[in-house]
Protein backbone atom coordinates (compact mmCIF):
# COMPACT_ATOMS: atom_id res chain seq x y z
CA UNK A 1 0.00 0.00 0.00
CA UNK A 2 1.62 3.75 -0.45
CA UNK A 3 0.68 6.30 1.82
CA UNK A 4 0.97 9.96 1.23
CA UNK A 5 2.12 12.67 3.84
CA UNK A 6 3.61 16.49 3.69
CA UNK A 7 0.47 18.23 2.62
CA UNK A 8 -0.98 21.42 4.20
CA UNK A 9 -1.74 25.02 4.33
CA UNK A 10 0.72 27.48 3.00
CA UNK A 11 1.29 30.84 2.01
CA UNK A 12 1.91 31.78 -1.83
CA UNK A 13 6.18 31.77 -2.23
CA UNK A 14 6.45 28.89 0.29
CA UNK A 15 7.35 25.79 0.34
CA UNK A 16 6.43 21.87 1.34
CA UNK A 17 7.59 18.56 0.73
CA UNK A 18 5.10 15.65 0.19
CA UNK A 19 6.07 11.95 0.60
CA UNK A 20 4.42 8.86 -0.56
CA UNK A 21 5.79 5.53 1.60
CA UNK A 22 4.95 1.88 0.45
CA UNK A 23 4.83 -0.85 1.99
CA UNK A 24 4.15 -4.54 1.78
CA UNK A 25 5.69 -8.21 1.56
CA UNK A 26 8.31 -9.01 -1.45
CA UNK A 27 7.45 -5.91 -4.01
CA UNK A 28 8.82 -4.50 -6.39
CA UNK A 29 8.41 -0.22 -7.01
CA UNK A 30 8.42 0.33 -10.73
CA UNK A 31 7.42 3.53 -11.87
CA UNK A 32 5.85 6.03 -9.85
CA UNK A 33 4.00 9.93 -9.79
CA UNK A 34 2.38 12.48 -8.28
CA UNK A 35 -1.46 13.08 -9.43
CA UNK A 36 -3.52 16.60 -7.99
CA UNK A 37 -6.88 17.11 -8.28
CA UNK A 38 -8.36 20.23 -7.64
CA UNK A 39 -12.47 20.54 -7.23
CA UNK A 40 -14.46 20.79 -10.36
CA UNK A 41 -10.78 19.74 -12.49
CA UNK A 42 -10.31 16.11 -13.51
CA UNK A 43 -7.08 14.52 -11.97
CA UNK A 44 -3.74 15.98 -13.50
CA UNK A 45 -0.33 14.20 -13.85
CA UNK A 46 2.09 16.50 -12.25
CA UNK A 47 5.60 14.21 -12.06
CA UNK A 48 6.69 10.93 -12.43
CA UNK A 49 9.57 9.28 -11.84
CA UNK A 50 11.28 5.88 -13.27
CA UNK A 51 12.98 3.15 -11.23
CA UNK A 52 16.07 4.45 -13.02
CA UNK A 53 15.39 8.19 -11.77
CA UNK A 54 13.99 9.74 -15.19
CA UNK A 55 11.50 12.53 -14.47
CA UNK A 56 8.93 14.13 -15.91
CA UNK A 57 7.06 17.43 -14.87
CA UNK A 58 4.00 18.75 -16.01
CA UNK A 59 4.56 22.46 -17.69
CA UNK A 60 3.14 24.29 -14.85
CA UNK A 61 5.42 22.94 -12.21
CA UNK A 62 8.79 22.77 -14.06
CA UNK A 63 11.19 24.52 -11.77
CA UNK A 64 9.54 24.54 -9.07
CA UNK A 65 8.53 21.35 -8.37
CA UNK A 66 11.02 18.32 -7.76
CA UNK A 67 10.65 14.62 -7.81
CA UNK A 68 12.63 12.11 -6.03
CA UNK A 69 12.69 8.97 -4.89
CA UNK A 70 14.94 6.63 -2.21
CA UNK A 71 14.52 3.03 -3.41
CA UNK A 72 15.90 1.68 0.15
CA UNK A 73 13.20 3.19 1.91
CA UNK A 74 10.33 2.56 -1.02
CA UNK A 75 9.66 6.46 -0.58
CA UNK A 76 9.32 9.10 -2.95
CA UNK A 77 8.83 12.33 -2.36
CA UNK A 78 7.80 16.18 -4.29
CA UNK A 79 9.80 18.90 -2.99
CA UNK A 80 7.66 21.91 -3.76
CA UNK A 81 8.70 25.69 -3.56
CA UNK A 82 7.10 28.79 -5.02
CA UNK A 83 4.09 27.30 -4.19
CA UNK A 84 1.48 29.22 -6.06
CA UNK A 85 -2.49 29.55 -5.29
CA UNK A 86 -3.36 27.14 -8.18
CA UNK A 87 -1.50 24.62 -6.52
CA UNK A 88 -4.59 23.99 -4.51
CA UNK A 89 -5.96 20.56 -4.79
CA UNK A 90 -5.59 17.07 -3.14
CA UNK A 91 -2.33 14.97 -4.19
CA UNK A 92 -2.20 11.22 -4.84
CA UNK A 93 1.13 9.42 -4.94
CA UNK A 94 0.38 6.61 -8.08
CA UNK A 95 3.17 3.23 -7.96
CA UNK A 96 3.24 0.57 -10.51
CA UNK A 97 4.23 -2.00 -8.35
CA UNK A 98 5.44 -6.17 -9.14
CA UNK A 99 4.48 -8.63 -6.10
CA UNK A 100 5.19 -11.75 -5.59
CA UNK A 101 2.30 -14.42 -4.44
CA UNK A 102 3.30 -17.52 -1.99
CA UNK A 103 3.70 -19.05 -5.06
CA UNK A 104 6.33 -16.71 -6.25
CA UNK A 105 4.02 -15.44 -9.54
CA UNK A 106 5.04 -11.83 -10.29
CA UNK A 107 1.66 -9.82 -10.32
CA UNK A 108 1.87 -6.28 -11.38
CA UNK A 109 -0.55 -3.47 -10.58
CA UNK A 110 -1.33 0.06 -10.65
CA UNK A 111 -1.40 1.43 -6.39
CA UNK A 112 -3.02 5.08 -5.33
CA UNK A 113 -2.11 6.36 -2.19
CA UNK A 114 -5.07 7.79 -0.08
CA UNK A 115 -4.06 11.45 -0.77
CA UNK A 116 -3.01 14.62 0.87
CA UNK A 117 -4.60 18.45 0.68
CA UNK A 118 -2.43 21.18 -0.35
CA UNK A 119 -3.85 24.56 0.02
CA UNK A 120 -1.82 27.50 -1.39
CA UNK A 121 -2.95 31.26 0.01
CA UNK A 122 -2.71 34.05 -1.55
Known amino acids: QLQASGGGLVQAGGSLRLSCAASGRRFRLDDMGWYRQAPGNERELVAS???????IYVDSVKGRFTISRDNAKNTMYLQMNNLKPEDTAFYYC??????????????????WGQGTQVTVSS
Open 94 to 111: NAVTVYWTDHDVPVTSRL
Open 49 to 55: ITSTGTT
